[in-house]
């Protein structure tokens, strides 16, 4: 679970096990990353970027809490 500028955290975090051979031999798996009010861009959890593989690699369950403006 992060709060905003955390977010960056387990961008990085995700990413750096996602390239990791030991991590990815493993079948490691977390079990779920909540965000909320995340500092980062929206569209960096889409699917084709390194944050979003890296999700759907590593994570079983993802919530990306927010409330819009508007």
């Known amino acids: 679970m992060s709060y905003s500028l955390g977010a960056a955290v387990i ?3 995700l990413i750096s096990l996602d390239s990791n ?3 990815k031999n493993g ?3 977390i079990g779920s ?3 909320m009010g995340p500092a ?3 569209e960096s959890v889409s699917r ?3 944050f979003g593989i ?3 690699d590593t994570v079983s369950k993802f919530h990306n809490l ?3 403006r508007g």
């Open 11 to 13: 961008n990085s975090t």
């Open 48 to 50: 084709d970027t390194p």
């Open 27 to 29: 079948s490691h798996q």
């Open 33 to 35: 990353i909540h965000l």
């Open 40 to 42: 980062i861009n929206r």
């Open 21 to 23: 051979p030991t991590w």
């Open 66 to 68: 927010y409330q819009s």
């Open 54 to 56: 890296a999700l759907g």
